[in-house]
T-cell receptor, first 115, second 109 residues
């Protein structure tokens, strides 16, 4: 199947700093990418949907000024957690959907710990 | 509202067969995914069904009945490594994924 990569795989940062997470579709073009967060023992929670070349659509309750999403190309989307706080510590996972909508592949996830 | 139901937890024996059910009520339907997720890892794609019937892929099979709003994932010849959470997700009319809470499958020797 198609491959989606994420970088970094884990990051530890101090409270107040910003962290950027990259999501790349390595062997296919992803017109749509999704960003999720997952707290321990909980289901995936969709944060935002990102379409190439347009602004991301955020789910209710997700602060768009705090979680900046850029989908600059058909193979790259970035999530920047600005002014991170300990409660932002979570597992952030991206996924990319193929053009014909019949498959959606996940990146390996990024574990963020904010001290 | 939109709703996906699947059992919270199931237990099965190594070598046996287990069926994980998923029922859904969504605004429109454009397919159903099954994913496997091991603890601390991202979900892994298992199957996609958009037409009624059974899709077989090795030890895993997935079934869909659109009229009943029902799907199941069938795992045969269970192995210890199959211990994981299994997530059912439906693509709605806006092509958004609606997620179930996942079924934690525990395999015992």
């Amino acid at each position: 199947g198609a491959v989606v990569s994420q970088h970094p795989s884990w990051v530890i940062c101090k409270s107040g700093t910003s962290v950027k997470i990259e999501c790349r579709s390595l062997d296919f073009q992803a017109t749509t990418m999704f960003w999720y967060r997952q707290f321990p023992k909980q289901s995936l929670m969709l944060m935002a949907t990102s379409n190439e070349g347009s602004k991301a659509t955020y789910e209710q309750g997700v602060e768009k000024d705090k979680f900046l999403i850029n989908h600059a190309s058909l193979t790259l989307s970035t999530l920047t957690v600005t002014s991170a706080h300990p409660e932002d510590s979570s597992f952030y996972i991206c996924s990319a959907r193929t053009r014909d909508y019949n498959e959606q592949f996940f990146g390996p996830g990024t574990r963020l710990t904010v001290l | 509202g939109q709703n996906i139901d699947q059992p919270t937890e199931m237990t099965a024996t190594e070598g046996a067969i287990v069926q994980i059910n998923c029922t859904y009520q969504t605004s429109g339907f454009n397919g159903l995914f099954w994913y496997q997720q091991h603890a601390g890892e991202a979900p892994t794609f298992l199957s996609y069904n958009v037409l009624d019937g059974l899709e077989e892929k090795g030890r895993f099979s997935s079934f869909l009945s659109r009229s009943k709003g029902y799907s199941y994932l069938l795992l045969k010849e269970l192995q210890m490594k199959d211990s994981a959470s299994y997530l059912c997700a439906v693509v709605d009319s806006n092509y958004q994924l609606i997620w179930g809470a996942g079924t934690k499958l525990i395999i015992k020797p």
